[in-house]
């Protein structure tokens, strides 16, 4: 969707912050310019609050935000990467906000890594507080999280599933979940 013109100039109209995530190869151009897209006006056919066919003005959306997670060339979260992104956001006059997703490509598909991931994270953070960098350009990461780990498949009698596992995504449990907020929140 972070190519999509339709979304981009639906993004250009929300009141709220919107993340636009890298390309499944990992390319971050295609989220940068759906920011800048997202931060200019638009217009184009749309629906109304009374569900007709409409024209519809926006006025920008500037409160956007690059989300990286990963790609088929590998994991994007290190320091590096995310230096080098934050460096291309703000040669695009845009303010260099990163979230990033410890889950899909940036743990390897496998739920257990994202603690790997989100603790780099925390340490980056850390080390931007320690260097007096002020505001990591990290603004927050995202957990795959259940009340139980790992993930089910739908069965066709759904009396048969687990309570609390995931029928999407493999999910780290909320035990784990809970001991790295513990964790972040002692560092930070």
């Not at 993340?19 to 759906?34: E, L, M, Q």
């Not at 790609?71 to 703000?90: K, T």
């Amino acid at each position: 969707t972070t190519e999509s013109q339709t979304h981009r100039q639906m993004a250009s109209g929300l009141s709220t912050p919107v993340g636009f995530k890298n390309s499944t190869d990992g390319n971050t151009r295609v989220p940068i310019d759906a920011m800048l897209s997202a931060a200019n006006p638009h217009t184009f056919l749309g629906i109304n609050e009374a569900g007709e066919t409409s024209i519809v003005a926006t006025t920008g959306n500037r409160d956007t935000h690059l989300i990286l997670r990963g790609g088929s060339q590998g994991e994007n979260y290190d320091e590096s990467e995310v230096v080098r992104v934050a460096s291309a956001l703000e040669d695009a006059g845009l303010t260099p906000r990163l979230m990033v997703d410890c889950s899909h490509a940036n743990s390897r598909k496998d739920h257990m890594r994202q603690v790997v991931v989100w603790s780099d994270l925390i340490n980056q953070i850390v080390r931007a507080r320690e260097r007096g960098a002020g505001q990591s350009m990290i603004l927050g990461a995202m957990l795959e999280s259940h009340l139980n780990a790992g993930r089910q498949n739908i069965l066709e009698d759904l009396a048969d599933l687990q309570y609390g596992v995931s029928v999407t995504d493999a999910c780290i449990d909320w035990q784990t979940t809970e001991q790295l907020l513990r964790d972040a929140y002692a560092q930070l």
